[in-house]
């Protein structure tokens, strides 16, 4: 059974950093992309960053681009987003999502989903 | 950035009856369209992509249709737990993946 289990979330001021967390089990996380998708209160959802199975390729939102930065541990099974000089408009869920498959069409078939972590920044 | 629209924001449908939702894309995304159903509290599920696979364990009264730039998720014969939001997402041309603004479909 495939699990996505986040962590890391929380209360934070604005500027501040915070690092999430996926924990994956179930699957070979090396054969999938996988990537991180957000949802500020009561909205929808927004796709924040994705990463090839290797690790070797990134892609961001551009409102993230030089703040936030995605990562992956295969050997543990893990994803990371690092967040710094975090803002109000960052506020929301964040999920970790695991793809179809690698990139490029695959990788943006969302499949499995974790419940999510909650950032929020405020002062 | 291809921008997804979705229609109607809100729909009103009795339990037993056929819900029929759309999607617009701003430019043509093939058939690279999923469809996700979110019940409150908890994380989106995939339920369609291909714009008319059905993911593993989605019923069959859940179908999706279209190409280009239309496209629809069908649900007949409602049942109780088929009241959500419902979100279709493009993945033809990314990043960014594009998600629309959601349906919820609520009991009449």
């Known amino acids: 059974e495939v699990q996505l289990v986040e962590s890391g979330g929380g209360l934070v001021q604005p500027g501040g950093s915070l690092r999430l967390s996926c924990a994956a089990s179930g699957f070979n996380s090396f054969k999938y992309a996988m990537g991180w998708v957000r949802q500020a209160p009561g909205k929808g959802l927004q796709w924040v960053s994705s990463?090839?199975?290797?690790?070797?390729?990134?892609y961001y939102i551009d409102s993230v681009k030089g703040r936030f930065t995605i990562s992956r541990d295969n050997s543990k099974s893990t994803l990371f987003l690092q967040m710094n000089s975090l803002r109000a408009d960052d506020t929301a869920i964040y999920y970790c999502?695991?793809?179809?498959?690698?990139?490029?069409?695959?990788?943006?078939?969302?499949?499995?989903w974790g419940q999510g972590t909650l950032v929020t920044v405020s002062s | 950035e291809i921008v997804m629209t979705q229609s109607p924001a809100t729909v009103s449908v009795s339990p037993g009856e056929r819900a029929t939702l759309s999607c617009r894309a701003s430019?043509?995304?093939?058939?690279?369209l999923a469809w996700y159903q979110q019940k409150p509290g908890q994380a989106p599920t995939l339920l369609i992509y291909?714009?008319?696979t059905r993911a593993t364990g989605v019923p069959a009264r859940f179908s999706g249709s279209g190409s280009g730039t239309e496209f629809t998720l069908t649900i007949s014969t409602l049942q109780s737990e088929d009241f959500a939001v419902y979100y279709c997402q493009q993945y033809s041309n990314w990043p960014p993946i594009t998600f629309g603004q959601g349906t919820r479909l609520e009991i009449k």
């Open positions: 990463i090839s199975a290797s690790g070797l390729s990134t």
């Open positions: 999502a695991r793809a179809a498959g690698d990139m490029i069409t695959l990788g943006g078939i969302l499949t499995f």
């Open positions: 291909g714009a008319s």
């Open positions: 430019q043509s995304v093939r058939t690279d």
